[in-house]
């Protein structure tokens, strides 16, 4: 695994260079970034792990950016600790509304920062491995695994072939919905190099065979196509 990236943007020199020593120390990579504009492009630039975060900034302040941040679907979960003064506290609160992960008061020590970091980012990677865990869909019986390419049923793991695979994953994903034929078909073959089949039916028939042809988890829309049984 690569070292997590994380983005400082401070304007006091100092406290740019302090955090960026101790944080090279513990092993993490740094960018630094002294305005806030700068700061917001060089987040949206490199996608970093972590954004520590100053509020009074030139060009952009803190709190717009965090605000940003937030609003694009690409950074709405970056994880974001944002550094205050005490006299700013009410800034802090603003932060913190508008989406920061946690707030680092000046001045702090740098083990304080480090357990911040930390804290942040063993929070952050927990979520998107639970999230990971979700490229899974499960109806009834049916389980398939999206990352490993594998259907299993009633426990059983089905041998299908890549085109079977995702026309059950097409299907699978929306429980309930007919889907045409031609829809079926450029789902399927979309983005594949490989020559497959045209025909859907013999696909379908193929899966149905797999799953067991009893099951009935695989529904034909007469005069359309297929879909997938909604067992709710
Ligand atoms: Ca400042």
Redesign the pocket.
């Known amino acids: 695994m690569s070292k997590p990236l994380i983005v400082v943007v401070?304007?006091?020199t100092d406290i740019q260079d302090i955090i960026t020593y101790n944080l090279k120390r513990e092993g993490y990579d740094v960018l630094t970034a002294s305005r806030g504009d700068q700061g917001l492009s060089l987040i949206q630039a490199k996608n970093p792990d972590l954004v520590i975060l100053?509020i009074?900034?030139p060009g952009i302040d803190g709190l717009t950016i965090c605000q940003q941040l937030r609003a694009s679907p690409k950074t709405k979960a970056l994880p974001i600790i944002i550094l205050s003064a005490k006299e700013e506290e009410s800034d802090i609160v603003i932060g913190l509304g508008l989406g920061a992960d946690d707030y680092i008061p000046k001045p702090f020590s740098p083990r304080e920062l480090l357990a911040r970091v930390k804290a942040v980012l063993r929070r952050s990677f927990a979520q998107k491995s639970q999230a990971q865990d979700q490229d899974q869909i499960r109806r009834g019986d049916l389980i398939i695994d999206i990352d490993r390419h594998q259907a299993i049923h009633q426990g059983t793991a089905l041998k299908l072939t890549a085109t079977e695979f995702k026309l059950l994953l097409v299907l699978a994903s929306h429980p309930g919905r007919a889907f045409s034929r031609e829809q079926l078909l450029n789902r399927v073959v979309g983005d594949a190099v490989v020559v497959v089949d045209r025909n859907i039916d013999v696909h379908i028939r193929s899966v149905r065979k797999k799953l067991g042809a009893q099951t009935g988890l695989i529904e034909t829309v007469r005069g359309v196509g297929y879909r997938f049984a909604d067992q709710r």
Request: charge should be negative; avoid cysteine; hydrophobic fraction near 35%.
């Open positions: 401070e304007d006091e100053d009074m900034l």
